[in-house]
């Protein structure tokens, strides 16, 4: 009997899901990210986006106020999504074809419950 070493996005991502208001300023969403050791959160509402440390250095470099701008301006909206049971193989291609590093992740209900980023696959596969 052989055994299923497949690795899962469950396997590997993080939860809870950490996530910040689309009118929270890219301030807040800073320190959120430096509290909780993340280069990513998730904005939930009809328009679900991401905010990146990328973005936030982005902020810096070219507005120079990050109190004054608003996640909303310049989180990834819509953003695309995998399931807990995708292979990370598959969520690597993806991240690869999309020029992407974070994927918020959904739940069978399609409830989003966490993220998987490119060092969760880079640690695991590597």
Excluded at 66 to 95: C, H, I, Q, Y
């Amino acid at each position: 009997m052989g055994t299923d070493t497949t690795v899962r996005v469950a396997d590997v991502m993080s939860t809870p899901l950490e996530t910040i208001s689309s009118d929270a300023s890219i301030t807040e969403a800073a320190q959120k990210m430096r509290e909780n050791n993340i280069n990513g959160l998730f904005i939930p509402g009809s328009s679900s986006g991401i905010i990146t440390t990328t973005d936030v250095v982005d902020v810096v470099a070219e507005e120079g106020s990050p109190g004054d701008v608003r996640v909303e301006e310049v989180m990834t909206a819509p953003v695309e999504r995998v399931t807990k049971t995708l292979e990370l193989t598959e969520v690597a291609s993806m991240m690869t074809n999309f020029g992407i590093k974070h994927l918020p992740v959904i739940d069978e209900h399609g409830d989003y419950v966490g993220m998987v980023t490119s060092t969760d696959i880079t640690t695991e596969l590597a």
